[in-house]
């Protein structure tokens, strides 16, 4: 009898310790099944979060004004200098392709964060020295009034290299840390999954804020010729996040990296295509070859993925023909020819997200606008109260201030709202398109705005700022316009690809909201250039030209908005069309399949 009451406490005693670690499968630092109660949750997520915002501090402490410090400190006309902002903010969201490869594949998110906010220090540290001692001559130089001299190349390259490496850094982290972060709460806990969900609007909430600071005090500093104590202030914020980061090691919870994508995405369409002339009579789907016999085990900490109707071409690579069947009997086992059903439904889940995905590229050319043609046409508006002078990048606060406002309005008021009218809330495809209605108008006030401005601008000036007599807050409705569709447009986007990323890759799913920026910088570059040339020819002066009282600045917001108009249009055909995937537990069949319909 005593023996048996032995038993019972020390079953009581296992059960208690497994119920106090996480459902998720994550580990802690160690390599151990991570406790419930020690590591992750909001302790981890608030560490993160700060984390976010001073890394963010960082970063717009030199994106924000670059445009003004090129055209300023380098000498470059305002459609060179708009162009090179593009092409860097650009390369900024290419890199996270880097960093979420890296994170997914091999280094796991904890290691590739730090690593990649070590680049970015190094990065910081190389841009305040290279501005300071050889950019910033004669010395004073850099404000609105004293020009700098010419530079040599080498001095020019440099330059480049330190805000490259800014790129590299900020680019590799920035997909990762939000994805990070949500590894914090436990998808199989009803209240950790509610966390996790609301942490994606306290995550880009947490990024405005931080460039809140950089638009305005920093801001302040740059635009009166201060750059190098903005660019060390930058530094200094970015190397505070990073010991940040390290002090909550031990707090983490941990996701094992799950292999080389691109191989298993490779065997899945060369399998594919080896039985390209094989027929799946109707109803044999449920043969297809089953993951739990599988004898490659590379991706075993993710959640199984069922089969989904659709891509039927893909289902030919776990379609098992008398060829597979033999090998099998044999032990022996070719990836590139046969391959599991949660292998294949990897391939279709991202073929899936792609139609979406690239509807977000437009988007992002509206989003980009606030970090260069936004600020040269603010720069030519009256910016002066009383004897202040506001820095036109600094109006972009207003697009914070409004992010801030609308996540808000839509967490505690908005969404509450709609669960208790229609049964639940907005979808993140509705959401997004929601975000891309406001983006319409938001492009369309641009440019009646600037039909004013030039209705009251002086056209033959020769130093354009402050041109025009109307003031320069005129541009608050466009920057909060934009700020309430990054609500809708972004925290989606970031939720959507979170949720329907395959559970080995994750970062990938983040990577593909960085790398829409990316795009929509470089088609807004492109768009620049072949307006330019188009608009110049028979020696006009064409829409952008340096002096914007002689251009059509406003009919290049029109154009925005009706290419956006034409995107949302297309993108309400693809959130149609679009089908989620299908989960079950890692020891079971349930079926987690969500609504993610328009």
């Given amino acids: 009898m005593g023996s048996l009451q032995i038993m019972s406490k020390d079953a009581r005693n296992s059960k208690g310790e497994q119920e106090e670690c996480t459902g998720d499968g ?62 860097w903010t650009g390369t900024v969201y290419i890199f996270s392709l880097v960093g979420a490869f890296l994170s997914d594949s091999y280094w796991g998110r904890y290691k590739t964060c730090a690593i990649f906010q070590a680049i970015f220090v190094i990065g910081l540290v190389l841009l305040s020295l290279a501005t300071q001692i050889f950019l910033l001559t004669p010395k004073g130089c850099g404000d609105e009034t004293t020009p700098c ?34 590894d914090q709460f436990d998808e199989e806990d009803s209240k950790e999954s509610h966390s996790k969900v609301s942490f994606f609007s306290y ?59 691109l191989s298993r995405i490779s065997q899945v369409i060369v399998a594919a295509s080896k039985k390209c002339r094989v027929h799946i009579p109707p109803g044999e789907e449920d043969s297809l070859y089953d993951e739990d016999q599988c004898v490659d085990k590379s991706n075993a900490g993710a959640r199984k993925m069922l089969h989904t109707h659709g891509f039927k071409f893909l289902d030919r690579a776990a379609y098992r023909t008398t060829q597979d069947m033999e090998q099998l009997k044999q032990n022996e086992y070719n990836p590139w020819r046969l ?32 970090a260069s043609l936004f600020v040269e046409q603010g720069d030519a508006m009256n910016t002066k109260i009383s004897n202040f002078r506001i820095p036109a990048a600094s109006m972009s606060s207003f697009d914070i201030i409004s992010v801030a406002f609308f996540i808000f309005l839509f967490r505690r008021v908005l969404d509450p709202l709609m669960r208790r009218v229609r049964g639940k809330g907005l979808t993140e495809l509705q959401r997004m398109g929601i975000g891309l209605v406001i983006a319409i108008i938001a492009m369309i006030s641009a440019g009646i705005v600037e039909c004013y401005r030039l209705k009251y601008a002086q056209k033959d000036c020769k130093h354009c700022q402050g041109s025009s007599s109307l003031s320069i807050f005129w541009q608050v ?68 030209p340096g002096n914007l009282n002689k251009g059509h600045l406003d009919r290049f917001y029109f154009l925005l908005a009706g290419l956006t108009a034409i995107d949302l249009v297309i993108y309400i055909a693809c959130a149609t069309w679009y089908k989620s995937m299908k989960l079950g537990e890692k020891g079971g069949e349930n079926n987690k399949d969500q609504d993610y319909g328009v």
């Fill in 339 to 370: 391959c599991p059903v949660s292998q294949v439904e990897e391939v279709k889940c991202i073929a899936r997200l792609l139609p979406i995905w690239l509807c977000t590229i437009i988007y992002s050319v509206v989003f980009t606008q606030m």
């Fill in 26 to 87: 994550s580990v802690d630092f160690h390599g151990r099944p991570a406790m419930r109660q020690q590591t992750g949750k909001w302790g981890a997520g608030t560490i993160i979060l700060l984390n976010q915002g001073l890394a963010t501090l960082a970063f717009f402490g030199v994106g924000i004004n670059l445009v003004l410090f090129l055209t300023r400190v380098l000498q470059q006309d305002n459609a060179e200098a708009a162009n090179s902002v593009s092409k």
């Fill in 477 to 544: 409705p466009q920057y909060a316009l934009i700020g309430a569709s990054e609500v809708f447009m972004y925290v989606g986007q970031l939720e959507f690809f979170n949720a329907q990323a395959p559970d080995g890759l994750k970062s990938f799913g983040s990577a593909l909201c960085m790398t829409s920026i990316s795009l929509g910088n470089y088609v807004s570059s492109l768009l620049v250039s072949i307006v330019m040339k188009i608009s110049t020819v028979d020696n006009m002066p064409g829409w952008i």
């Fill in 149 to 182: 001299k010419p530079h040599s190349s080498w001095v020019i390259g440099l330059f480049y290299v330190s805000i490259y490496m800014v790129a590299l850094g900020n680019g590799g982290y920035q997909p990762n840390i939000a994805t990070f972060g949500a």
């Fill in 203 to 261: 995550f880009y909430l947490a990024l405005n804020l931080g460039s809140l600071f950089s638009n305005t005090i920093l801001g302040y500093f740059e635009d009166e010729g201060m750059w190098a104590l903005g660019f060390w202030a930058s530094t200094a914020s970015a190397f505070l996040a990073l010991v940040l980061f390290l002090g909550g090691t031990k707090q983490y919870r941990h996701f094992k990296p799950s292999g080389n994508p």
